[in-house]
């Protein structure tokens, strides 16, 4: 559309409000975006936690070897002189020979105990092949299947050898005797850790591997031939589990450098702070620290397990710092079994990053297996260095002086550099290198605060996070601080467990055991606990209640639920919504709960929650007192008559505005059922019997051309999308002809029912899956015979429900079922319906079971269809059948409907996808009763155990899980729509530019007046007939509706979007539309003549439209052909939704509560036709069908509130409009075309004007102070304010200048001059001002 350049850029609009209205667009709030709209109500997909550790192990005994006959050295080394003498740090010389060699097993032996006291040592000094395989095979005994240690010293003997032997000594030591690893490996067998500390010891590894795989060999070979010798011998050990570390490579020998001790390898691996702090000194950067001598290193305070001293803060700082290397070098797998498994491993082997680290720098490289990363050179080593000199550089002062000891800034840094990585970093990027120190750091009491905070944030990124830091180990730290009693650290911790068990809930079970649970217990009663960690306390305490028994009983002898009981009305939502879950999840299935419960009269205090404003939370409350009467456990009175006051109670909600809160109460009613289900068998029957005898006339058997007919071919036939909300086409029903041979219960079109007898169940149905239906070839009630027996129970008497007598609570209940089936909500309807088919099943089972075995009809597949295909319903796992195109090709065979032929004219309302078959597949297939598949449906009938159970379990709305999923996310992060920089918000600030250029532009128009309104801009034919138009305020999409459809199309390019079904039932007709959140992202509102509201998304642009949600707006409503349907008024200011019609009410719908909030009484006998509202006045005017315009202030009371009535028209309003300035008037149009003008203070009209008779639409433009009649009479007329004539429209232009058809509907753009007009005709035009105005 071009706009005149001038008009661009005209001065005369002041930009002041064209910002004014650019900032009420971002005021404005909107409606159905909340997540429970956006996204899919069901938990996250659960992560493999790989962080538990499978098979915890202990290294319980260890066999020191040491080979080392002092004095005399093996013939192939030859040594330096001076050489490196000490073993042990003892210099062998020292003392004799066997002093010598008693002493420094005695003192290997304590340098191991530091790691590992509780093993057992065994001593083999200088030994024979004999004693080191008796050392060996006890051990191993002993051991069982833990870990043993086997250290192998070899300096006093020769070197290893290629064929895979180390040596021992002969008994008179004139010998050495090798031995070889294969022997070795049978006498310690596994899981096993070896440590060889002699040259060459590379060549060990390699033949203890090459032993292994010979080992693996033997065994295969043994197993597939029995009568191999081997086969006959006990088997031996795999080798799997083993762990080697070795002092060098195959071809290097020991240092020998006198400085340092002889055994370097074990020093790093037993002593190593001892030896990093010796070979610091000897580095040519300690000269930078003065006055540092090896001899004052002796001499450095502390113990070594004491963190507060010198010596024990260089060991904690040593263990962080390797431990961070190897977790950030090595893989989490390997990292879990060497770091996380065994303590004696976990040590050794932090302790060999330090020997790597040294031993390469005198050309040696230690060499484990499994093979480790290099690690010699990360950064982090740095860090030790700088630890070290810090520590160092006090010495002299400290042991000379007697000063304090100045703790390392170490820890403090690291917390400093993880919180940088936290503020600074992006989305996707590697995990932080300072993981594992913030563990370390949570032994500490003085940064522990920090470490908790930052942790918490770390967390907080995701369950991704988590999952990280629980392999990390974080889990046994922050369960040992539950034991603390510290009050700074319980928000943290609440948080930190929240988020844990958000993504882990298998944690349960640790917490109970611990009892960690008290811990939650008392942040729950604790009122001085601000709302949000009391929230994460009843979030974890509803994790560990949830189907764990143990957790139940323990929590309720917490008196759990009396601290839930006290926090119902708590003003935080989301505290409500988990103390309510909480509570259903500690009676689920747990008798003393439910008791407990009753006696503190639980679920009285619950019902407050049913009418909260927060749909999540009644959703929960629903939840609840679900769980209340669904336990299993006998039944008194007692108990039945509180089952019964729940039941009434939450029958109440049936016409709820939420979805979400309409699915959970299906499911509290399905445990109502199972708990009584011989009565609602007996209820089923009676239903049954009286829906026979019935017929109830559906309007829509009228011939008229929108309903659904057979098919021809013609090019005609929209091509609709499929709607994936939409699991079942309801519109294809009619089609749905089941097999002749086993008709049930389908209706044909007249309504009346075909004979019914219980033995023919019908299995399966040719068309059924022809047509992307439910599964009804396994349901016993079609939609159309649950829909006949809610009409037929007159479902008008639920409003006068509440106060039966009790016998015919099951009565009610049924009919509340039904009434859900339904439901205009795909989702709630399935559900229902599952429940009714259930029940009845089992009714007509029990009724007749001898029937079910006659006709097997159950267990065989079905005889063929009237299409005379077979119907493939053998299957696995009963899948849809899948019919050859031709038997179902939409074109060509439609099952006609048994009555009489039409015209015809339209497609049953499935997806066409040109000459293929519509497969069901297009339609996840939600709905399985018997989820085994046909197969097996006889059976259960046979065990009613089995299906009892079905309907119990297969019954779940996700609902908890879904509201867990909140912990799990980022909860401190901006939400993108917040955040200035976010893709989200640009979109939204283009969109608010949009209309401000929509609305000047418009204007600009509007305000120099439009002398005519005749100028064709689109015309196009449309697929049904249009009944509702609605153009889009701001972009060029207009909606039209027919009966039961919706198309889109785009104005300017002329061009259809979309076209898709709406899903009400056949005999009901969409009669307004509208469209919310118009000014950003638009959703559509259709309201039917049944009184059902959708609300969808996603429609006109390449996604598949959605069905956001639906509720039924206005109950008690009877479709009728003659009626106003339902009209509704849309305030985008208040989020208020005004409905009405053929009532005698106005019903007003707060949609940020989707609840209603309050009925005005029309005071007319007369149906509502049109509604209009200013939300500045909080007036409501309405026209109705005797002629009277009433206007109402919803501020005052039911009795008060209608303010004004005038009854000037003598016939049925068509239109009456509220203009929305401060002191609008009311003009009403009646069909007799007399337009009036009302001031809403006086009560006679200021203004008359006469238009054309026969009115049957008209709208007036908000802007441009226009109105237009739609007649009968084929023609179209516009007027002015004045009430003068400035356009008749009577031809089309081009197509040989054809006349319009009658107007059906028309309607303005809310900004733009345009008009669109609808006619019988199918065809949909725009009318607009002329061009060179445009």
């Not at 009535?1205 to 401060?1222: M, N």
Request: proline share 7%; aromatic share 8%.
């Amino acid at each position: 559309m071009k706009m005149d350049s001038d008009l661009l850029h005209s001065p005369a609009v002041g930009l002041t409000e064209e910002e004014e209205a650019d900032m009420n667009d971002w005021k404005l709030p909107l409606a159905f975006m909340k997540k429970r709209h956006s996204e899919k109500i069901e938990g996250s997909k659960a992560l493999a936690q790989s962080w538990r550790m499978k098979d915890r192990m202990k290294t319980v005994s260890v066999a020191l070897v040491l080979c080392l006959n002092v004095g005399v050295d093996p013939p192939d080394v030859v040594k330096t002189s001076p050489c490196a003498r000490l073993e042990c740090w003892i210099d062998p010389l020292s003392m004799s020979p066997q002093k010598a060699l008693e002493t420094i097993g005695a003192n290997l032996q304590k340098q191991y105990e530091n790691w590992q006291p509780r093993a057992r040592y065994k001593q083999s000094l200088d030994p024979t092949v004999d004693e080191v395989k008796k050392l060996c095979t006890s051990l191993r005994r002993n051991a069982k299947e833990e870990r043993v240690l086997f250290h192998y010293n070899g300096h006093g003997v020769p070197r290893p050898t290629v064929n895979g032997e180390i040596w021992v000594f002969n008994k008179n030591y004139t010998q050495y005797i090798p031995l070889s690893i294969y022997d070795l490996q049978t006498w310690m067998g596994s899981p096993s850790i070896f440590v060889y500390d002699c040259s060459n010891a590379g060549i060990i590894v390699k033949s203890f591997k090459q032993f292994a795989l010979q080992r693996e060999q033997e065994l295969e070979v043994a197993a597939i031939n029995p009568s191999h010798p081997l086969a006959q011998m006990p088997l031996p050990p795999s080798m799997k589990n083993c762990i080697q570390l070795a002092a060098c490579e195959a071809s290097e020998l020991l240092p020998m450098n006198p400085d340092l001790p002889a055994d370097l390898f074990t020093s790093c691996l037993t002593t190593p702070i001892k030896i990093a702090l010796r070979w610091f000194c000897m580095q040519k950067s300690a000269k930078l620290v003065p006055g540092v001598t090896l001899d004052l290193i002796e001499k450095i305070p502390g113990r070594l397990n004491d963190r507060r001293t010198p010596l024990g803060e260089l060991n904690w700082i040593f263990t962080a710092i390797t431990d961070t290397i190897a977790w950030n070098v090595l893989p989490r797998d390997l990292f879990q079994k060497l770091f996380r498994q065994d303590l004696l491993v976990a040590s050794l082997f932090r302790n060999f990053l330090l020997a790597e680290r040294i031993m390469r720098s005198y050309n040696c490289t230690p060499v484990s297996s499994p093979r480790l990363p290099p690690t010699y050179m990360h950064a982090m080593w740095q860090a030790w260095d700088l630890a070290v000199d810090i520590c160092l550089s006090q010495l002299p002062t400290i042991i000379e002086e007697g000063t304090a000891f100045r703790h390392s800034p170490f820890f403090a840094e690291q917390l400093t550099a993880f919180q940088v990585w936290l503020t600074m970093g992006v989305e996707n990027r590697n995990p932080p290198e300072q993981l594992p120190i913030v563990l370390q750091v949570l032994l500490s009491q003085v940064h522990r605060l920090r470490a908790l905070d930052l942790l918490g944030c770390f967390l907080d990124l995701g369950p991704w996070a988590v999952s990280l830091a629980l392999s990390v180990g974080i889990f046994p730290y922050v369960l040992k601080l539950l034991q603390s009693s510290a009050r700074e650290l319980r928000p943290l911790l609440v948080f930190i467990w929240a988020k844990i068990l958000a993504v882990d809930s298998s944690c349960q079970a640790d917490l109970v055991k611990d009892n960690g649970h008290k811990y939650f217990l008392s942040v729950l009663a604790d009122s001085y606990m601000p709302a949000e960690h009391r929230t994460m306390a009843v979030f974890i305490l509803a994790v560990i209640v949830n189907s764990y028994n143990t957790g139940q009983e323990a929590c309720l002898q917490g008196n759990l639920i009396a601290n839930c009981l006290e926090q119902l009305s708590d003003p935080h939502p989301l505290l409500r919504q988990w103390v309510a879950i909480c509570l259903g999840r500690i009676w689920q299935n747990f008798e003393p709960a439910r008791w407990c419960g009753v006696r503190d009269s639980a679920h009285e205090k619950l019902y407050t929650l049913l009418s909260d404003p927060i749909p999540e939370v009644r959703c929960a409350a629903v939840f609840a007192l679900g769980t209340f009467v669904g336990n299993s456990a006998e039944r008194t009175d007692h108990s039945t008559t509180i089952d019964h006051n729940v039941a009434m109670m939450l029958a109440q909600l049936i016409n709820d505005g939420s979805p979400v809160v309409r699915k959970e109460l299906v499911v509290a009613l399905s445990h109502l059922v199972v708990q009584y289900e011989s009565n609602f068998c007996t209820v089923a029957l009676q239903f049954i019997e009286e829906e026979k005898n019935y017929t109830v006339p559906s309007p829509a058997n009228t011939a008229e051309p929108g309903s659904l007919t057979p098919v021809r071919d013609s090019p005609a036939i929209p091509r609709l999308r499929s709607v994936n909300s939409y699991t079942n086409i309801r519109a294809a029903t009619t089609a749905r002809n089941l097999n002749k041979s086993l008709q049930n219960l389908n209706l044909n079109e007249e309504g009346g029912p075909a004979a019914f007898s219980p033995g023919n169940l019908s299995t399966s149905s040719s068309a059924s899956s022809t047509l992307g239906s439910p599964d009804n070839d396994e349901y016993i009630l079609s939609f159309e015979t649950i829909d006949k027996m809610r009409r037929v129970s007159s479902y008008s008497s639920l409003n006068s429900l509440i106060g039966v007598s009790f016998n015919s609570v099951y009565t009610q209940i049924w009919r509340v079922l039904l009434h859900l089936a339904a439901d205009p909500f795909p989702e709630v309807s399935d559900l229902a319906m599952k429940v009714l088919n259930s029940i009845a099943y089992k009714a007509t089972m029990n009724a007749r079971p001898q029937r079910i075995l006659d006709s097997g009809s159950l267990t065989q597949s079905a005889p063929a269809s009237p299409t005379s295909k077979g119907t493939h319903i053998h299957q696995a796992g009963g899948s849809p059948p899948m019919p050859s195109a031709s038997s179902s090709s939409l074109t060509n065979e439609v099952p006609k409907p048994p009555a009489r032929e039409q015209p015809a004219t339209r497609p049953p309302y499935t997806p066409t996808l040109g000459g293929q078959a519509p497969h069901s597949h297009q339609f996840p297939r939600t709905r399985k009763m018997f989820d085994k598949g046909p197969e097996q449906a006889g059976e259960d009938g046979d065990e009613p155990g089995s299906h009892r159970n079905y309907i119990s379990a297969a019954l779940q709305t996700g609902l908890c899980d879904w509201s867990a999923k909140y912990f799990a996310q980022p909860v401190m992060k901006i939400p993108e729509e917040h955040d200035l920089e976010s893709q989200v918000r640009m979109e939204r600030q283009w969109r608010f530019l949009r209309n401000t250029r929509v609305r000047r532009q418009s204007r600009g128009i509007t305000q120099r007046g439009v002398s005519r309104l005749d100028d064709q801009i689109f015309i196009n034919r449309n697929p049904g007939v249009p009944s509702v138009v609605k153009f889009h305020p701001f972009n060029t999409c207009i909606a039209v509706a027919d009966k039961d459809s919706i198309c889109f199309w785009d104005w300017e390019k002329g061009e259809r979007l979309d076209y898709f079904y709406n899903g009400n039932p056949r005999y009901t007709r969409i009669t307004a539309m509208e469209y919310l959140n118009g000014h950003d992202c638009s959703l559509l509102l259709t309201a039917t003549d049944d009184g059902a509201l959708r609300i969808w998304k996603n429609f006109a642009d390449q996604k598949n439209p959605e069905m956001v949600t639906a509720w039924q707006g206005l109950s008690d409503m009877l479709p009728t052909t003659r009626g106003a349907g339902m009209v509704v008024d849309w305030e985008q200011e208040t989020g208020l939704l005004m409905t009405s019609g053929d009532v005698r009410v106005v019903r007003i719908w707060d949609t940020d509560r989707e609840m209603k909030v309050q009925d005005i009484p029309t005071g007319a006998d007369s149906c509502v036709t049109s509604l209009s509202c200013d939300s500045q006045r909080s007036l409501i005017v309405a026209g109705l069908g005797d002629g009277s315009v009433r206007v109402f202030d919803r501020r005052m009371g039911p009795n008060e509130c209608r303010v004004m009535t005038y009854r000037e028209h003598g016939a049925w309003v068509v239109k009456a409009h509220l203009q929305k300035e401060t002191d609008g008037h009311i003009i009403s149009v009646s069909v007799n075309g007399d337009v009036r003008f009302f001031e809403p203070r006086s009560p006679d009209s200021i203004n008359v004007l006469q238009t054309v008779k026969g009115l049957t639409a008209l709208d007036i433009h908000p802007q441009a102070n226009l109105f237009a009649c739609g007649s009968m009479n084929q023609f179209i007329a516009v007027y002015n304010a004045n009430g003068d004539v400035i356009s008749n429209i009577k031809y089309y232009d081009g197509f040989m200048g054809q006349r319009i058809g009658a107007i059906s509907c028309l309607a303005f753009h809310p900004h733009w001059p345009h008009l669109a007009v609808g006619s019988n005709d199918y065809y949909m035009s725009i009318y607009s001002a002329e061009k060179r105005l445009r």
